[in-house]
């Protein structure tokens, strides 16, 4: 079976920076690209960033700037090096992976920016 687990999720001060993991393991196809989505309490789940295997990137607006998003093909492995977080980032953080036929979800990290 496919497990996807983040990791690296917490609490910090506005301004803060933390790191987050995500790891996809199993029998899992070709993957197209990988990202994080994040929802906040009475939000909508929304994209934060993408990677894809040819290493293009996508941001969200919101987080420019400040996240970076970067992967190791060869581990299935994506991260998200978010710096200067703002009490508007926090939120569950889901790890995307995108198939051919499917996606594959995490169970999601909690990040609270709080002071």
């Known amino acids: 079976q496919v497990q996807i687990v983040e990791s690296g999720g917490g609490l910090v001060q506005p301004g803060g920076s933390l790191r987050l993991s995500c790891a996809a393991s199993?029998?899992?196809?070709?993957?197209?690209?990988m990202g994080w989505y994040r929802q906040a309490p009475g939000k909508q789940r929304e994209l934060v960033a993408t990677?894809?295997?040819?290493?293009?990137?996508n941001y969200a607006d919101s987080v420019k700037g400040r996240f970076t998003i970067s992967r190791d093909n060869a581990k299935n492995t994506v991260y998200l090096q978010m710096n200067s977080l703002k009490p508007e980032d926090t939120a569950v953080y889901y790890c995307?992976?995108?198939?051919?036929?499917?996606?594959?979800w995490g169970q999601g990290t909690q990040v609270t920016v709080s002071s």
């Open positions: 995307n992976v995108h198939v051919l036929r499917d996606n594959y």
């Open positions: 199993g029998s899992i196809p070709s993957i197209y690209a």
């Open positions: 990677i894809t295997s040819g290493v293009i990137t």
